[in-house]
């Protein structure tokens, strides 16, 4: 099994490096990934070398392809949202700029910390007013509070591979249950659960052997593809389908 792993977490690394397009733009590296924003083009980061290391830049595309689409960041909440989730990924925010500084030692980590960052940012905050009414891993946070289930949010974990992968809640162990590990996924797609699917393959090595990961899926806006289920379900990924969300708490609580 641990080689059957260790070959889709190869095969997952060959594909991004096959995926991804370098090219120069006035002495500035520009980096076209295959990973895909809400609009279904492909995320672009920049690379320029500063006085004893390598800024990395998303040149202020995301925050302002969000204000742009009714979403501000001008509650409290907001705010802490996004910066927990640059703290997560130890990514700086200047001006509208998600901005990440690196050295040739750790370029690769920092890389996919950025990459990261973008995606959940906007996934957590596809939110103008017609499109969605709450903030869904704030949602999910409450549902767990609500039913009074145990969990820490906002975790990190380093997988087999280096790379850190981020998770919303960890529900510890108890007497009856193993560790649980939920990621909330507004936009349920191939992209997001293939995302999941590499975290997990790649950190449950690293976690007690019954550990289970659940992907947490928003059903509300827009019904899930069952072939996106059954994915999950060939990596012993757990689905959390929202509307039903009530029926999960006996497992999650106890």
Not at 74 to 91: A, Y
């Amino acid at each position: 099994m641990i080689k059957y792993c260790q070959d889709l977490v190869n095969a997952y690394i060959e594909w991004l490096r096959e995926k991804i397009n370098v090219e120069d733009i006035n002495g500035i590296c520009e980096i076209t990934t295959p990973f895909l924003d809400r609009h279904n083009d492909h995320l672009r980061i920049y690379v320029k070398k500063s006085d004893g290391g390598i800024i990395l830049t998303d040149d202020g595309y995301t925050i302002a392809d969000l204000k742009l689409s009714g979403c501000e960041f001008t509650t409290e909440k907001r705010k802490q949202m996004l910066h927990s989730i640059l703290n997560g990924f130890g990514v700086r925010l200047m001006e509208d700029e998600l901005v990440v500084k690196a050295r040739p030692d750790n370029f690769p980590q920092k890389k996919h910390n950025l990459i990261q960052a973008i995606l959940s940012i906007n996934d957590l905050f596809v939110m103008a007013a017609p499109m969605v009414a709450s903030i869904f891993r704030e949602d999910v946070e409450k549902y767990l509070k609500l039913n009074e289930i145990r969990f820490t949010p906002s975790v990190n974990f380093t997988g087999r591979s280096g790379f850190m992968h981020f998770f919303d809640f960890v529900i510890p162990a108890s007497k009856t249950k193993p560790e649980r590990i939920l990621r909330a996924i507004n936009r349920p797609n191939r992209q997001n659960i293939t995302s999941l699917i590499f975290s997990w393959t790649d950190t449950k090595e690293v976690r007690a052997s019954d550990s289970t990961a659940y992907g947490v899926l928003n059903d509300i806006v827009q019904p899930i593809n069952p072939d996106l289920i059954s994915a999950l379900e060939r990596y012993n990924i757990k689905s959390l389908i929202w509307s039903r969300r009530d029926d999960y708490v006996e497992e999650l609580a106890l």
